[in-house]
Every structure is written in structure tokens, then in C-alpha cells.
């Protein structure tokens, strides 16, 4: 019990000391921009007290509280602080809306956004109401908070984000050893868009100030589309401070605080707006891979079906055909001498073989029986003699570089059958004398081409229902097929590879 109070108390003396050089630097700030001690109170130090309370945990609310209490009671005692048991007023009436978004159940970073702009405007809102019960300016007021809450709760959201989610390794010499990761590349992102902000701001012509904060949403824009949210509060806290770094503001301080507060309501509806698309297209991209693993499936499944269909048809009709074969031979010679019952034998026995052979046809189709018994570059070359090419006076050349590990038994499938496809119709249609089957992989992809130098196909016959059946096979397994019949007739097949960790089927 006692280290837990120790570490509470050490926490909060620390949280306090940095919450107070934080409050102190970003009051002496407003000085120059709200125009007098009390208002600087509204402008950057509500924001921070807001950021901080938003993020911290509800135990450490009551020390941060009393910090600022004890601040706005010495700058009374040093300068003059009429005003600030309103502003401890306004600072307890603001705790509801933190009370109330810390209750919200916030899934998503930009649901967080989103929360925080409400929360921010409703504190905004309750502080200038206070203000203007009080006589005072709500109206200065209201733009004060916004202003500085909008800007500085945003920017302890993205700090604390980045501390909480952050991977923390214990100093040690494993951790010296370790090379320092630079990431120059976001570093120079950064400092172009910071030189970008500056430059708008002391560059432009004087015809061309009045278009400054317009073109100071392009760095937002950019990191937001690069970074998503993260990058367009980093944008606007460096649009920010290059604001407040321009010599044109310090005359018009109304402006710039008007600039300010669209920076930062760009900054988080564009954060949040990109979050959101992108937490879609990620939700979009995890639903496709399941669809298309579920597709997979479902088609060796199919494949496993069409397997033990032709397995029984093949084991079954073909007992049969032999027993009716045999039946027939009995029959006639138990009746040599009768002519009718010989003719009738015979004829039995020819259309057994017919059907034996219509059967053993639709086996081949229905599966193939080249992949149950060998390698898949084996089959496609089984496949090259049955369909005798060389009889036509057509030269092959088979370039296999795929691996039968690294196939599913529906890209074995589905690959065969393209080539099966695309070889029955170079026979037919294409009058060619050469044909080339190429199969690697590409990266990520496997790649399959089958061309040859012909006429090209027909069109009944290039949207006919073989290559249409092929086609949304192949789309299934999330990969593309193409024809061409430019110059001859090419067959190009993309499917993505299967994952290393992927079981076999």
C-alpha cells in the first residue's frame, strides 16, 4: 500500500511541475496575443489544462486542479488577477463535458477526434456563458477558449497517443548496441512543410496575404493523406507555430487568432475524416482477404468433391460396363447359332464401350486425373501429348518454374484448366505453328502465359462459356485473366500467391 502512495504522490509532483512550466510558458504566449493577464488565462492554458484532464487518468485530476488554483493565485498576488475565481468557476463548470466524454466508449481514433471537438466546444461554450453572466466579453471569450482549446488538446492527444502506444525498451547495453533510427525520410517531410508554413507566411507579397490561410491547408492536406491523423495535428501544430512566428500577425492579433482556430478545426475534421476512410479501406481490404480465403476454400472443396465423384463414377460404371460386357459375351455363346441374338450382343457390347468412353470423357472434365497422379508441370506436359500438337504440326516449349508445394490444390486446379482451355482452343481456332506455356512467380504473383503464333480466336469463341468459366475462377482466387489477339492469341493469368504460413488444402 505504501509504494503505491509513494508512486501516486511521485507521479503527481511531476505531472504537477511539467503541468505548471506548461501553463506558465503558454500564458506568458497569450500575453502578446489575448491582450491582457486574464484573457492569456483562456486562451493556451485552458486548452492544456483540457488536453491534460481529456488524457490523464481521473486519480490525478484533483492534483492538476490544485496546481492551477495555486498558479492563478500567486499571478494574483504578483500582477493582479481580478477575475480569477471566475475563471476557478468556469474551470469546475468545464468538468462536466470531460466527465461526460470520458464515459463515451470511443473504438476508433477518429470517433476519439470527434469526441474531443465536442468536448472542447462544450467547455468553450459553458466557460464564455460564465463569462458573459459575469458582464464581460463572451463573444472574446468563446473565440479565446476555442482557440486554445482546439490547438493545445489536440496537441496532448497526439503526444499522449504516441507515448501510450509507443514500444518501450529498458535502458541497457542491448539497447546501445542498437542503431538509431533517423527516419530521415519523415524528418524531411517535416521540415519542407514547417519551410512551406514559414514561407507563406513572411514570403507571400502583401497582394497575396489575404490568401495565407487558405494555402496554409495544403501542408495539412498532405501530411493528412500521408500520415492520416497524426500528420494533420502535426501539420497544424507546425502551421501554428509558424503563425505565431510571422511578423504580419503581431498587428492584427484578432486574425491570427481566427487563423488559429480554422488550423485546428481543418487540422481534426481532416484527421478525422482521413481516419475514418482509412480505418474503411483497411476494414474493406481484411473483408476481402476472408472472402477471397473463403472462396479458395470453397473451391478445393469443390475440387475435393469432383474428386471423389469421379472416383466412383469411374470405380462403379466401369464394374458395370464390364459386367454387361461380360453378360453379353455369356449370351452369345449360349446361342451360337442363333444370328438375332449375335447382332444383339455385338450391339451391346459397342455401346457399353460408347458409354464407357462418353464417361471416361466427362471424368476428364469433371476432374482431372493428371493432378491425382503427378506433378502439376507433369500434368500440363501429359496434357501436351494427349492432345497430340505435334500431329497438327505445332511446335511447344514449356518454361515451368513453379513449385507444387507452393500451390493450393485449387491454383493446381485452376492452372491446368486454363492451360487445358486455352490448348484445346489453340488446336481448334488458332492455325498456329508454335504455342509457348510460361509459368513463374513474380513477387507476390504467380504468372502464367500461353501464346502462339496464330490467326487468333474467334470471338464466339473468346466469349464463349470455357474462357468465361475460367475467367470467374480465376477472379474467385482474386486474381486476372486476359486475352489478347493482336498478334496471335496470348493467355495472361495473375493470382496471387499463397501465404508461406497458409495450411496445404
Known sequence: ??????????????????????????????????????????????????????????????????????????????????????????????????????????????????VLL??????????????HLAGEDGLTALLLTLTGGLTLTSTCMLIWHYLTRATWVPLGPALIDQPVDWRFRHLIWYLLLFVLSLWLQLGLPDSLVRFTPFCLAIPIMA?????????????????????MAGQAWHDHPLDLLLSLLA?????????????????????????????????????????????????????DIGQTITAIRTQAGIVRRLAPDNPGVGQSS?????????????????????????????????AVQSLLRELELERHGIVTRLEWRLADEDLSDAQRATLFRVCQEGLNNVVKHANASSVRISAQQQGERLQLLLEDDGCGLPEQTAQGYGLLGIRERVQALGGNLQLSCLHGTQLTLSLPSRKRDEPHA
Request: proline letters at 4%; hydrophobic letters at 50%; charged letters at 15%.
Open 1 to 114: 500500500m505504501i509504494p503505491r502512495i509513494a508512486s501516486y504522490v511521485a507521479i503527481s509532483l511531476a505531472a504537477c511541475f511539467i503541468f505548471a512550466a506548461g501553463w506558465f510558458c503558454l500564458w506568458s504566449i497569450g500575453l502578446h496575443l489575448a491582450g491582457g493577464p486574464v484573457l492569456a488565462v483562456l486562451l493556451f492554458p485552458f486548452g492544456l489544462r483540457l488536453g491534460l484532464l481529456l488524457q490523464s487518468p481521473l486519480a490525478y485530476w484533483p492534483p492538476l486542479l490544485l496546481c492551477e488554483t495555486l498558479l492563478l493565485y500567486w499571478l494574483d498576488g504578483e500582477i493582479g488577477l481580478p477575475a480569477w475565481p471566475l475563471i476557478q468557476a468556469g474551470t469546475l463548470l468545464t468538468l462536466l463535458p470531460l466527465l461526460i466524454a470520458r464515459r463515451q466508449r470511443v473504438r476508433n481514433d477518429w470517433q476519439q477526434l470527434l
Open 118 to 131: 465536442a468536448t472542447v466546444t462544450a467547455a468553450a461554450l459553458l466557460q464564455s456563458l460564465l463569462w
Open 223 to 243: 501530411m493528412a493523406w500521408r500520415y492520416g491523423w497524426q500528420g494533420a495535428l502535426l501539420a497544424t501544430l507546425m502551421n501554428t507555430v509558424a503563425l
Open 263 to 315: 488550423q485546428s478545426l481543418t487540422g481534426l475534421l481532416l484527421g478525422a475524416g482521413i481516419q475514418r476512410q482509412r480505418e474503411l479501406n483497411q476494414a474493406l481490404t481484411r473483408q476481402l482477404a476472408h472472402n477471397r480465403q473463403l472462396t479458395e476454400r470453397l473451391l478445393e472443396t469443390e475440387e475435393s468433391i469432383r474428386k471423389e465423384v469421379a472416383r466412383e463414377l469411374h470405380d
Open 346 to 378: 455385338a450391339l451391346i457390347d459397342t455401346l457399353s464401350l460408347g458409354i464407357y468412353d462418353a464417361v471416361r470423357g466427362l471424368l476428364g472434365r469433371l476432374r482431372p486425373r493428371q493432378l491425382d497422379d503427378m506433378s502439376l508441370e507433369q
